[in-house]
């Protein structure tokens, strides 16, 4: 069964940094092309980043370019996501995926002073 668990969220103030963190479980994970999502308040999805199976390749919505880094572990099947510099806007759930029907439940970050 596949499981995708994201930690790492938090309260942060404007301009600090937080790292997400999506532990997987119950597929190959090392195959997989990976996404972060965000739902931001009263809005819908918001696609943030994606990366290679391999890790060789890594893209960005612009909302986030420059700030945030996606990377993953193949060895431990876990994703991250280093985000620096936060914003208020950049206030969300925060989500991993492994492609349609396969997300986690997400973790909540709150940028505030």
């Known amino acids: 069964q596949v499981h995708l668990v994201e930690s790492g969220g938090g309260l942060v103030q404007p301009g600090g940094s937080l790292r997400l963190s999506c532990q997987t479980s119950?597929?190959?994970?090392?195959?997989?092309?990976m996404d972060w999502y965000r739902q931001l308040p009263g809005k819908g999805d918001e696609w943030i980043a994606r990366i290679s199976s391999g890790a060789s390749m890594a893209s960005y919505a612009d909302s986030v370019k420059g700030r945030f880094t996606i990377s993953r572990d193949n060895t431990n099947n876990i994703l991250y996501l280093q985000m620096n510099n936060l914003q208020p806007e950049d206030t969300a759930v925060y989500y991993c995926?492994?492609?349609?029907?396969?997300r986690g439940q997400g973790t909540q970050v709150t940028v505030s002073s």
């Open positions: 995926s492994c492609g349609e029907d396969c």
């Open positions: 119950g597929f190959t994970f090392s195959t997989f092309w």
